[in-house]
Each structure stands twice: as structure tokens, then as C-alpha cells.
């Protein structure tokens, strides 16, 4: 499933964040690079003065790599390294007018076939995604997404904002976090969702470790309703003979 997603967008793997970060102060130095993760000693980089700010050369050229595959493929994706595990889309305002889409809690390899798909369906749609989304996992196992709030996006998922303001429109970067169920098809704010994928999904919106995520949706009622739709489709499953 992972061939068939990066071939959606044509990218490699995604890049690690630990190079392609905000600029840092020139007094910053680079936490993690391709040296670091390859076991070899840290080297220290030569750094071009922009203004007062000094920009590491390994960050230049990642934000060079990144343009280009957005340049030939519409979008590409970005990966978290470190405690924290999240992957998400750079250049979706642009390839589909829809905010970065984030996968948070497993490992890339997991993270791209669902963005793929989701991205997928963007495109064949034509229309934003909020709330519940069918048809993209087995068994019909619905999705849900939801904003991710700007604050956070601006703090945790820097590449997109300095993407949309250099890059883009100028305007602060969007995104949307794909949240998935349990093997259970329990959500995170549901009672006896695993905790360890609670836990997982919960790093960038603490809320749905709690509460259903506020999706924006545009009538009264609409977030409920999806609710109850899918207590309505987990009796029916509980109901059906196994085989």
C-alpha cells in the first residue's frame, strides 16, 4: 500500500525535520542531521547571514530539495523525528486549495499510504474533508479529521509555515489532523479507545484525548449527528453473524 501512495505524489521519502526547520539564530546549531543519524561525528556548518540570522547551510538545502519535489509533484511530505512521530503533507494549499494534512502517532511508512489516499480523494472531490471520511480503510473503518489549531501549527509543523508565507499566499499556515480508530474502530474520546494510540494521536490536539474534536462543521447538529452515525454503523457491525 505504501508503493501506491507514494506513487500518487511521485516523492521519495519524507524528509526529516530535524533539517529543514525554521532558520535558526546564528548563535543555534543543528540538533540533528544526515551526519547524526548516521552515526558520524557532527561537523559545524558554515552558515550564510541573512539579515541577523544565521541559516544553516543543511536547512538551505533542504528547503531546496523540498521546492523541488513540490515543483515537480505538486506536494511532498515531511517527517517528525525524535519523541514525537507525525508526518504531513507541504504544498497541499496549492495542489488541492486544502490545508497540510497531518498523520500523527505512527511511523511514515504507515503515515504516507493514508495521506495518499486522503489526498487522493481530495482531488477526485473537489471538496474540503471535515468530520467523519469513509472508504478509505478496510472494512470501511471510517477516519475522522479535524483542525488542527493555528498556534500549534505555527509552532510544531514550521516547514508549512514558512512554505505558505515564502512560497504561497503569505498567510499563516493551515492543517488538519487524519485521525484513526483502534482495532476496535474506537476512537480517541471514545470510551476503551487503546490508550497507547490515544496517547499517540493526541500530541498535536490534546483535546481528543477527551472530547470529539470540533470540526468546524457548518450546521447545528452535524458533529452529533456524525457521532451517532457511528455508534449506529459499530451496533450493525456487532450484529453481523461472523463468517
Same mark, same amino acid.
Given at each position: 500500500?505504501?508503493?501506491?501512495a507514494?506513487?500518487?505524489? /511521485?516523492?521519495?521519502? =519524507?524528509?526529516?525535520?530535524?533539517?529543514?526547520?525554521?532558520?535558526?539564530?546564528s548563535? !543555534?546549531?543543528?540538533?540533528?542531521? =544526515?551526519?547524526? $543519524?548516521? /552515526?558520524?561525528?557532527?561537523?559545524?556548518?558554515k552558515?550564510?547571514?541573512?539579515?541577523?540570522? #544565521?541559516?544553516d547551510?543543511?536547512?538551505?538545502?533542504?528547503?531546496?530539495?523540498? *521546492? %523541488? $519535489?513540490? %515543483?515537480?509533484? /505538486?506536494?511532498?511530505?515531511l517527517?517528525?523525528?525524535?519523541?514525537?512521530?507525525?508526518?504531513?503533507?507541504?504544498g497541499?494549499?496549492?495542489?488541492?486549495?486544502?490545508p497540510?494534512l497531518?498523520?500523527?502517532?505512527?511511523?511514515?511508512?504507515?503515515?504516507?499510504?493514508? +495521506?495518499?489516499?486522503?489526498?487522493?480523494?481530495?482531488?477526485?472531490? !473537489?471538496?474540503?474533508? &471535515? #468530520?467523519?471520511?469513509m /472508504?478509505? *480503510?478496510?472494512?470501511?473503518?471510517? +477516519? @475522522?479529521v479535524?483542525?488542527?489549531?493555528e498556534?500549534?501549527?505555527?509552532?510544531?509543523?514550521?516547514?508549512?509555515? @514558512? @512554505?505558505?508565507?515564502?512560497?504561497?499566499?503569505?498567510?499563516? !499556515?493551515?492543517?488538519?489532523q487524519?485521525?484513526?480508530? &483502534?482495532? %476496535?474502530?474506537?476512537?480517541? @474520546?471514545? !470510551?476503551?479507545? &487503546? =490508550?497507547d +494510540?490515544?496517547?499517540?494521536?493526541?500530541?498535536?490536539l490534546p483535546?481528543?484525548?477527551?472530547?470529539?474534536p470540533d470540526?468546524? +462543521?457548518? $450546521?447545528?447538529? &452535524?458533529?452529533?449527528?456524525c457521532?451517532?452515525?457511528?455508534?449506529?454503523?459499530?451496533?450493525?457491525?456487532?450484529?453481523?453473524p461472523? $463468517?
Amino acid at each position: 500500500m505504501a508503493s501506491r501512495a507514494l506513487a500518487l505524489c /511521485g516523492t521519495p521519502s =519524507p524528509i526529516s525535520l530535524a533539517t529543514c526547520a525554521a532558520p535558526l539564530p546564528s548563535s !543555534a546549531s543543528c540538533a540533528a542531521g =544526515p551526519d547524526a $543519524r548516521m /552515526g558520524r561525528p557532527k561537523r559545524a556548518a558554515k552558515r550564510e547571514t541573512v539579515g541577523d540570522v #544565521g541559516i544553516d547551510p543543511r536547512i538551505e538545502r533542504a528547503r531546496r530539495v523540498l *521546492l %523541488a $519535489r513540490i %515543483a515537480s509533484y /505538486g506536494y511532498t511530505h515531511l517527517s517528525a523525528v525524535g519523541g514525537v512521530i507525525y508526518t504531513y503533507t507541504l504544498g497541499l494549499p496549492a495542489y488541492a486549495r486544502h490545508p497540510e494534512l497531518v498523520v500523527c502517532g505512527v511511523p511514515p511508512d504507515e503515515a504516507i499510504p493514508i +495521506l495518499g489516499d486522503v489526498v487522493r480523494l481530495l482531488t477526485d472531490s !473537489a471538496r474540503a474533508l &471535515d #468530520g467523519r471520511v469513509m /472508504g478509505l *480503510l478496510e472494512d470501511d473503518t471510517p +477516519l @475522522w479529521v479535524a483542525p488542527i489549531p493555528e498556534a500549534t501549527v505555527a509552532s510544531q509543523l514550521s516547514a508549512a509555515s @514558512w @512554505w505558505r508565507k515564502e512560497h504561497h499566499d503569505g498567510t499563516p !499556515a493551515a492543517a488538519k489532523q487524519i485521525i484513526f480508530p &483502534d482495532a %476496535a474502530r474506537r476512537f480517541p @474520546w471514545q !470510551a476503551g479507545c &487503546d =490508550p497507547d +494510540l490515544r496517547a499517540l494521536q493526541s500530541l498535536l490536539l490534546p483535546e481528543i484525548a477527551v472530547r470529539e474534536p470540533d470540526v468546524g +462543521l457548518s $450546521r447545528p447538529g &452535524d458533529a452529533a449527528r456524525c457521532t451517532r452515525n457511528l455508534r449506529r454503523e459499530e451496533s450493525v457491525r456487532r450484529r453481523r453473524p461472523r $463468517r
